[in-house]
């Protein structure tokens, strides 16, 4: 017997981490969004955890994914334990001074919301350097190395201070507009709207009270920056997001043609914060609600 004998292994953290999230979205492919890899990493990732078990943790089908008993016994440990290690990654994170500032954010708010103010930003705090990422939905503070995020979303979601009311209403080149007399002059026109969007059209001709043509004629963008600039360019109608579009409409690129017609959508611009910011994320956030007009 040896004096000393090496000490049996714990599997990989990363083997764990990956089946942890592909047990809680119960897919390989959403599992590999979230932590940044491909599909295969994550089965093979899992595969090498089920044979350190010796046990099948997911049956795998055509249809997707489902937990084994054993699999579906174990995600509520392992999540507990993921979001206990992010928490404590998070008050690191909080009380290392570092003059970085990660933000994420909805590409659109990113690009037409957020970055015109950064120069203004910098130079309140030239000290600070906001780092901004561009997700297509919030990060789980929990999980993600961010220090604050711009979306629209319900109020009241979390730690949230809400930057604005979400309210739309169409916008085109001041050329178009002129064709544009009255609502039902839309039918007409080809419609511009993201895809992250997909129903502005619909509850906008709703408040205006009249059956507008179906979006599926017009045109769809999978950036809102994108149909932005086709609208000023003059190619249609879009679905403005005041947030969005309020640059434009005072440079005089973009014009609203029926202005009283502003829909509320229930939604609000936001600044998300996980439960303990770090103090230079709340001097950007403080800047920001201030600077919001």
Known sequence: ??????????????????????????????AADELGVTPAAVSHQVKALEAWLGSALFVRHA??????????SALPSFSTAFDAMGLAVQELRASAPKPQVSIAALPSIAQLWLAPRLPALRAAHPALRPSIHALEEPPDFRREPFDLAIFLTRPGVGRSSRLCDDVIFPVCAPSLAKQLQAPADLAAQLLLWDTTWTGDWSLWFKAAG????SIEA???FSLYSMALQAAVDGAGVLMGHEALVSRALAAGSLVAPFPALRVPTGLALTILAPDRPPAQAVEV????LAARD
């Open 1 to 30: 017997m040896a004096v000393n004998p090496p000490r049996p292994r714990m599997p990989p953290l990363n083997a764990l981490r990956a089946f942890e999230a592909a047990a809680r979205h119960e897919s390989f492919a959403k």
């Open 63 to 72: 249809q997707g994914l489902h937990l084994t008993e054993a699999g579906r």
């Open 210 to 213: 009249i059956k507008g043509p």
């Open 218 to 220: 017009g045109s769809e």
């Open 285 to 288: 956030m403080d800047w920001l």
